[in-house]
Every structure is written in structure tokens, then in C-alpha cells.
């Protein structure tokens, strides 16, 4: 499968706990988005990649969250200390910057969806 | 003002019929349009793209793309039950890095 993978699609923590969530884009892609979305909203930006540089991080994104990129691969996200408002569904998607600045198709992993208890 | 829009729905049409979905952005140098179908649960699957002016047709599917009047269109002809779905709208922009940005999506539902 050369799709774009998550893992884990399910996590359940107590509040307060740290979570870490890892996404392997496409191989060739060199750009990796991560979003959030909660029910009947759209895919709301967090942060981007392209290649080991983090370009952009969201206003969304407090200073619980924390994302890497260390060799232009996988990526992880980070919640410290999770609160309550941050169960949703955690997207991953990938893409490839032509150049030029013109921006590919990108494509969604499966998501994982955590829940704070 | 939101950057995307779209209407949140339910649209409901009857099995056979052509659904029509309607998007709208901000023009601040937008780039690349994208249409992507998420079903309950599930994460968003890309449906079509488009970059410039006019129809791009793929199957069942037609999007269309007006610049001037800043709106994106997907057309859904013989639609089928199971394409109901939730459609996102996503629009890039030159001025944001190329980062996709979601309208909040319109809920179809075709009846048989």
C-alpha cells in the first residue's frame, strides 16, 4: 500500500495524559500536512512540512502541540497535557510542490480519532 | 469572512438525478481547486481537481470552475445512493504556502 498511513486510528486517554500520533505520507511527496476536524466542520489546518522544514503552524495550534519532520519522512504530532476540547480526528495528507510553487493533489491518510476521557 | 463556503445542507435528490453542489472562496490569489468526498467516519477521498476556467469532467462527475465570479461546482449526474456523502470544497492560495483550505462541507443524501 503507497498511500498515505496513520497510526494509531484509535486512542482513548485520560485528560492530562501526552499522546503522540505518527503519519508516513506518500514516498515521493514532499510536502505533509497534518489538520483537525470535529464533527460536521471541516478539516481545519494545524501545521505543514515541506520536506524536514516546518513552514507554517496555525494559530490552532498551542503550545501543547508539537510537530516533526526529521528526515523529510514520517512525521509525528504531540499533545501534552490533553484537555478535553482536543478529541477529534487528527488528519495526515501529503502532497508535492512542483517547481514553481504549483501544488499536487494531496491525499488523506485513514485519520486517527482520539477521544480525551 | 470565511475564506471557503459552502452550504452545509442536507441536499437530498432522488436516485438518478444530477446533484448539484456549489462552493464559493475568497479571491486572494487563489490557485488550485479540489473537491473530496468523506464518508461518515472516514477520512476525506480526493474526487477531482481543477486549475483553471471551464468543466473538467471525470465519470459521473463534472467540476466547473469560474474565476470571476470566485465559485467551484461539482456536478454528480445519475447520482446513487451511495454517494451520499459529506463534499468538501478546498481551495489553494498563493499567499498561504499552498496549504489547502476546507470550506465546511455539504451533506448529500440520495434516495432511492
Known amino acids: 500500500d503507497t498511500g498515505v498511513s496513520q497510526d494509531p486510528r484509535h486512542k482513548i486517554t485520560k485528560r492530562g495524559q501526552n499522546v503522540t500520533f505518527r503519519c508516513d505520507p506518500i514516498?515521493?511527496?514532499?510536502?505533509l500536512y497534518w489538520y483537525r476536524q470535529t464533527l460536521g466542520q471541516g478539516p481545519e489546518f494545524l501545521t505543514y512540512f515541506q520536506n524536514e522544514a516546518q513552514l507554517e503552524k496555525s494559530r490552532l495550534l498551542s503550545d501543547r502541540f508539537s510537530a516533526e519532520r526529521p528526515k523529510g519522512s514520517f512525521s509525528t504530532l504531540e499533545i501534552q497535557r490533553t484537555e478535553q476540547g482536543d478529541s477529534a480526528m487528527y488528519l495526515c495528507a501529503s502532497s508535492l510542490i512542483l517547481t514553481g510553487g504549483l501544488n499536487t493533489e494531496a491525499f488523506f491518510g485513514q485519520g486517527t480519532r482520539l477521544t480525551v476521557v | 469572512q470565511k475564506e471557503v463556503e459552502q452550504n452545509s445542507g442536507p441536499l437530498s435528490v432522488p436516485e438518478g438525478a444530477i446533484a448539484s453542489l456549489n462552493c464559493t472562496y475568497s479571491?486572494?490569489?487563489?490557485?488550485?481547486f479540489f473537491w473530496y468526498r468523506q464518508y461518515s467516519g472516514k477520512s476525506p477521498e480526493l474526487i477531482m481537481s481543477?486549475?483553471?476556467?471551464g468543466d473538467k469532467e471525470d465519470g459521473r462527475f463534472t467540476a466547473q470552475l469560474n474565476k470571476a465570479s470566485q465559485y467551484v461546482s461539482l456536478l454528480i449526474r445519475d447520482s446513487q445512493p451511495s454517494d451520499s456523502a459529506t463534499y468538501l470544497c478546498a481551495v489553494t492560495f498563493y499567499n498561504q504556502g499552498g496549504k489547502l483550505i476546507f470550506g465546511q462541507g455539504t451533506e448529500l443524501s440520495v434516495k432511492p
Open positions: 481543477i486549475y483553471s476556467n
Open positions: 479571491d486572494r490569489g487563489s490557485q488550485s
Open positions: 514516498s515521493e511527496h514532499n510536502r
